[in-house]
């Protein structure tokens, strides 16, 4: 493959997506490719992942979105902006991610006559804003190859099912559509897993907002301190519904056994996580696509509760093997779940051996880029040079 220009693009906070990102840029760099990161600043958003020194990097500046006008504001000052770099750097391919900026990017892309426009879809079409997903689809048309990160991902927008292989041999200007999944860089939690775990200690990781379910953990708890007493429940996160969960805590009269621990970089939260006896995942399903922290709870060795949803189904397997699934959205569910993890220690520490197998075999950082750099190849191949 012929040294390439490749533009990847997404919002500068989306730190779970440069977190995928940056070890498939770091390979192309690598193979003698040039890689920059375009990445949309509105200002709102507090942390962002340092980016390799190999990898360059444009800001684009837009107002804050707060109003429905302002979206059409944020997506001219970007796209205005962005076809000016498309015209400097005269990119290969561009690879694009959450919708916004992607149907921005898509649009300029087409326009500006870049060979390869790629995009890898993370969020479920349902769970998109109505102009969001009329966006995405009349853009879809100028796209070569979509990615979904899962075959939950790709049956949202109606794809069939997709092997997870990416094709080795493509008529040109066909599209391509194929499933990779996320990767876990599990060699760098490796010695996590040695830690000792703090006994009935539960943890939860993510955005607080409705659709993360930590008011459903939060109502499973009374029932649960009724039978484990000493409960410590971590709450990892930060989101517009904390005040109102740490309302529902004083409501509920469980403060002494509720920490909330704030936003932590992603090291920390790995660090706590690793001294949990079990991850909760209470998510209820509308914006899941893949569910990055049950994978990295697989890799520590850690016992997983999940809501019984079909992404989770997918990255912990359907036959009950790898961790154990509640009714999504059900308290009384939850709370007896958990139960059963701390009274079955035995087959506990089985399901996460199993959990752990799973993920070294399926979500390996080292099999994602390898899938990548694979279709990359595949989509080089009709870049007339």
């Not at 990161?37 to 804050?64: A, M, T, Y």
């Not at 790629?118 to 689809?137: A, D, P």
């Not at 010695?191 to 907002?209: A, D, Q, T």
Request: proline residues 4%.
């Amino acid at each position: 493959m012929k040294p390439l220009t490749i533009i990847m693009t997404d919002r500068k906070g989306a730190t779970a997506i440069w977190g995928l990102m940056i070890p498939i840029a770091n390979a192309l760099v690598e193979q003698g490719h040039k890689v920059v990161f375009c990445r949309l600043n509105d200002g709102q958003q507090r942390h962002s992942l340092p980016v390799p020194k190999q990898i360059e990097v444009i800001d684009i500046e837009v107002p804050p979105n707060q109003h429905l006008w302002d979206f059409y504001v944020q997506h001219r000052t970007f796209s205005n902006r962005f076809q000016q770099i498309l015209e400097q750097l005269k990119p290969d391919i561009v690879h694009t991610n959450f919708a916004i900026p992607a149907i921005s990017v898509r649009l300029i892309a087409h326009q500006q006559k870049v060979p390869v426009i790629l995009s890898t879809q993370h969020e479920l079409y349902s769970s998109m804003s109505s102009h969001l997903r009329l966006g995405m689809k009349l853009t879809e048309k100028w796209v070569d190859a979509i990615v979904s990160v899962s075959e939950t991902v790709a049956h949202s927008f109606g794809y069939q099912s997709l092997s997870i292989e990416t094709p080795k041999d493509s008529e040109a200007n066909q599209q391509q559509k194929t499933v990779i999944y996320n990767g876990i860089d599990i060699a760098s939690i490796k010695n996590r897993r040695l830690v000792e775990k703090e006994p009935h200690k539960l943890i939860c990781v993510g955005r607080f907002v409705p659709v993360k379910g930590q008011a459903i953990l939060l109502q499973a708890m009374p029932k649960l301190l009724s039978h484990f007493p000493d409960i410590k429940l971590v709450l990892i996160g930060a989101g517009t519904e904390e005040f109102a969960l740490k309302k529902q805590v004083e409501k509920l009269g469980i403060a002494k056994n509720v920490q909330f621990r704030g936003w932590l970089s992603h090291e920390e939260t790995i660090a706590e996580m690793a001294t949990a006896e079990i991850l909760v995942v209470p998510s209820t399903g509308e914006q899941e696509g893949f569910g990055l922290v049950v994978a990295e709870g697989m890799a520590l060795g850690i016992p997983i509760v999940t809501s019984d949803i079909q992404v989770f189904r997918e990255v912990l397997g359907k036959d009950d093997q790898c961790g154990w699934f509640f009714e999504k959205k059900n308290p009384e569910s939850l709370a007896k779940t958990i139960g059963q993890v701390f009274s079955q220690r035995e087959e506990a520490k089985l399901r996460a051996n199993n959990a752990l197998s799973r993920v070294q075999e399926k979500f390996s950082i080292e099999r994602m880029v390898k899938e990548y750099l694979t279709l990359y190849e595949t989509l080089a191949q009709n870049i007339n040079h």
